[in-house]
């Protein structure tokens, strides 16, 4: 029966048009130009490069992106049996008629060829989210980000805070924030004004959330204004500061985030716990890992002292899911949010989807999010989801506790964009 139910189940999730609430998209270049847009997605360098392919390989400086998709294919044998390959053998099929059962040294040109033209053709952005059933997506952007050049109802805008809260210490950023904000920062007044003025800058322009990823050391916490107004100054003097007092600067700015996010009622989405340039001899963004040290009580003067902003949360690891299952059972706050990273695959999913919805108020549960940086794989992420969406619902909920099927997918299409609409207010 489970079968038949399942099938059932995910057919009527696969129609449901959705809204991805967090991505690394560009909306001035949103969908794919060669194939080297697609296996050059650090999933597949990161693991080629695990498999064996020396990182001057996928790196070379002036590789042209032809050679570069020939040499991560020689590679694609060692990975077939991961999640990310079916991602992109699913892709291939739905948008480049490829018809093989595996990509191989044979077949990959006339792909790549395939492809070309269809990237080429007027109005792929488009009938790229058409075919994949988005409306709405949404974008990671730098505090600085002009937002200019594309539709702010369909691209939607998200204040990313990590430069300010973790990098203010740099000259960079903080002459980013003058030019970004037309304030000179000085002191701790002006630099809540420049905060300020961001804010207004990206309500004006269609903002749902904001966001920032987060160090399993960090323990956000309020700072007497005293005390942040005098390293402040130190910081904008070029003064060398303890690294008690870079923790205090962090935190101020952070708290000052949460303030303007209570102010301007935008959820703060979190992504907690990944630790930084862990392998160093990585490749381009498969540096970072995370570790079980992260917890969420590091956050509990936060959630208690914001109760008017939700925190949509997203944990590295699936061994962190059952603390954020209760944090989310407890605090009216606090929301679960997607399947991040290293817990995108269907067996972390599967566990963590089951313990959410049998824990968590259905209306506090973001289900997925696709995190990708091309628009071409929203469809094959979205159903993976949704094919073990179908599978807990089906077994969880119609067969061992009675529900109607009625009942499980309402369910569904709650977690699968209901939630997302109602959460970000889109």
Known sequence: MTTALEKTLFDELEQLVLI????????LSAP???LADILGYHYYTELAHSAGLEKSQIEEEGLDPKTKVGRLIEKLADLDNTIQVSWLLEICREFFDFQDDRITTDNWEALYDTAQQKFAQEGWEQHVLQHSKLEKVFLTNDFDDPLEGFDTNVYIPCLRTDDLVFHFLKKSVRNRLNEASGIEVGDATTFREA???LFSKFVEKNVKACAISIPPSFSPAKVDAGAAAAVIKR??????LTSAEQEMLSSFVFWTIAEHCQEHKLPFDLMIGVNRRVYESG???GQDLF????SLIQYQQLFNAFPDVTFPISVLGSTSNQELVSYAWIFPNVVTNGHWWYSNIPTYIELDTRSRLEAVP???QVGYYSDMYKLEFALPKFRMYRQTLARVLASDFVEKRGWSEEQALSLGKQ???GNVESIFKV
């Open 32 to 34: 794919s130009e060669t």
């Open 235 to 240: 910081t904008i003097r070029g003064q060398r």
């Open 362 to 364: 259905r209306n506090k």
């Open 195 to 197: 905060i300020g003025k």
């Open 415 to 417: 977690v699968l964009r």
């Open 20 to 27: 991805d609430p967090h991505t690394h998209i560009n909306p």
């Open 291 to 294: 570790d079980k040290r992260v």
């Open 283 to 285: 490749v381009y963004q």
